[in-house]
């Protein structure tokens, strides 16, 4: 459409959202459809938390909060840094945002110039690189592959780097991968950045307690990198809150400081409500949600070992987050059913019209070879709709 802005015109609709858009609207039409499309856990918010939002409506917590969030939220988030990550962030060092989109989304307008450079390690968030280039920076896809459990080495972030690169943006646990950045491993990142003391780095830990080693590591943690290191956390994963849109970043004072005055002209801050419950969220031992990680954790076994049986599907042994990430290229070039599969896109909706079962294409992520699929899903959904891949390959 002419009308509309080059801006909106060029931007990429979001695949997640758009294969659960066409997944209900194949539902609508009788279709048994099961979703394994979304990034949303399938648990219901925990009652204290609900409570606390109860008690916030009660409490008239009704006008504009300050617009970074309320003070004693901001002391929360920077507990929360210290006890789970180690990380000194003090209160003009934090802004909550309407979710860790809207804070990947501050960050891009805050800090780049048209034409500025953003790695981004790939498979990456889906919405990372248009986000970028909303902000009229260019992404920069380093491509990993199931061979390197999908991480990037510092080798091919160097080779990445020109007088251009700005920034770095990577998830940990990844979405979609589920790969998981050890210490060293971010060490040896660290040591590149080094020599690039011009360079930012986003550090989106929205997984961060879904995590099946244990001990989480935190870029910022690592020498040298605290001042460079914007840190982006939210409730949505962790508390299943996706509904209630609360993210937000630890940084240096500068970075929060613009992101404030950015967001004061977009939103005005989160939602009043949302901010009041995820204090209690965040004050809550991690113990209170250990039973959702135990479970992700049973499934993450279960859907491997049934992914596992299906010929022509290669697998990583994802170590966070609620994905797995199968090489399904194999698949290339075969003909199922009267349907070419030429490519990750043909092969995931090849599964959504035969299988009936919900997936997404990994080229949405930055890698082509892969199809995502979550398993936040009750063990008897997906068993089916496993079963129902397999009889369609
Ligand atoms: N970052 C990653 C890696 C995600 O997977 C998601 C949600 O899917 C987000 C950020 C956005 O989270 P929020 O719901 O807080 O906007």
């Not at 966070?320 to 290339?332: H, K």
Request: aromatic share 8%; net charge negative.
């Amino acid at each position: 459409n002419n009308h509309l802005s080059e801006r909106i015109n060029n931007m990429a609709t979001s695949a997640t959202l758009a294969m659960a858009a066409k997944a209900r609207e194949l539902r609508g039409q009788g279709k048994d459809i099961i979703g394994l499309s979304l990034g949303e856990p399938d648990f219901n918010i925990p009652d204290f938390i609900k409570d606390a939002a109860k008690k916030a409506i009660d409490e008239n917590y009704s006008s504009y909060s300050p617009v970074d969030g309320y003070a004693d939220l901001k002391q929360a988030i920077s507990n929360k840094f210290k006890r789970d990550n180690n990380l000194d962030y003090g209160l003009s060092q934090i802004v909550v945002s309407t979710g860790a989109k809207q804070s990947l989304a501050n960050i891009a307008m805050v800090m780049l110039n048209k034409g500025d450079e953003v790695i981004l390690p790939a498979p990456y968030w889906v919405s990372y690189s248009d986000i970028v280039k909303l902000a009229e920076g260019v992404p920069v896809e380093v491509p990993t592959s199931i061979d390197t459990d999908f991480k990037m080495t510092p080798e091919q972030l160097e080779a990445a780097i020109t007088p251009k690169t700005k920034m770095m943006w990577f998830s940990s646990p990844c979405n979609p991968s589920g790969s998981v950045y050890n210490e060293e491993e971010l060490k040896g990142l660290a040591e590149v950045l080094k020599k690039h003391p011009n360079i930012f780095v986003v550090s989106d830990e929205i997984y961060e307690h879904i995590n099946f080693r244990g001990g989480h590591i935190s870029i910022a943690g690592i020498e040298g990198m605290y001042d460079r290191t914007i840190t982006v956390n939210g409730v949505s994963k962790a508390f299943a809150m996706t509904g209630w849109r609360i993210g937000y970043i630890g940084a240096a004072e500068w970075i929060v400081k613009a992101c404030t005055k950015f967001q004061g002209q977009i939103t005005s801050g989160a939602n009043a409500i949302a901010q009041r419950a995820t204090i209690t969220a965040l004050e809550a031992p991690v113990s209170k949600i250990q039973f959702m990680i135990d479970e992700f954790h049973k499934r993450r076994d279960l859907i491997l070992g049934l992914l596992g049986e299906i010929e022509g599907f290669k697998l990583n042994v994802p170590e966070g987050a609620f994905y797995v990430f199968p090489d399904i290229s194999s698949f290339f070039g075969k003909t199922l059913k009267g349907t070419k599969i030429n490519n990750a896109s043909d092969f995931a909706l090849y599964l959504l019209e035969n299988a009936n079962v919900a997936t997404v294409t990994g080229e949405a992520f930055g890698n082509p070879n892969c199809i995502r699929i979550s398993y936040a899903a009750s063990e008897k959904e997906l068993r089916e709709a496993i079963s129902r891949i397999k009889a369609v390959l």
